[in-house]
């Protein structure tokens, strides 16, 4: 990492599973490094997306989250609170590609419903 902040705004991404906003990593950041600016936050943001370190997430009707997990996984959207959870569709990928005997290169998908705490609210 260049500096002091970057390595922190790394450290309160990637540690962290709760896919924060920029606005989270900032105030974090700021508890534990009182001079450290929103611009910073948002530039070492952008930087880390850039060079493959975190990824951001472009969340419907919301701010964006950053995701340390850089391996290929998907996520679900809590359409009640705004969680973002974290799907694994290993198995999903290898039988589209066993069926139609393509080879995924990439690919997105956004799953959306609620989370144990909506749905309970919900009555579900």
């Excluded at 198995?91 to 749905?119: F, N, Q, W």
């Amino acid at each position: 990492m260049n500096t002091k902040q970057k390595q922190l705004v790394y450290e309160l991404v990637a540690d962290n599973c709760e896919h924060r906003t920029a606005e989270d990593v900032y105030r974090a950041a700021k508890a534990r490094m009182p001079q450290i600016a929103m611009g910073t936050v948002y530039r070492n943001l952008s930087q880390l997306v850039t060079e493959g370190k975190i990824r951001k997430i472009d969340v419907p009707n919301g701010p964006d989250r950053y995701d340390g997990c850089v391996r290929p996984h998907e996520h679900l959207f809590c359409d009640g609170c705004g969680k973002v959870v974290d799907i694994w569709c290993g198995d999903l990928t290898e039988m589209i590609e066993s069926r139609t005997g393509c080879k995924i290169a990439s690919y997105t998908l956004d799953l959306h419903g609620y989370c144990p705490v909506c749905s309970a609210s919900r009555g579900e």
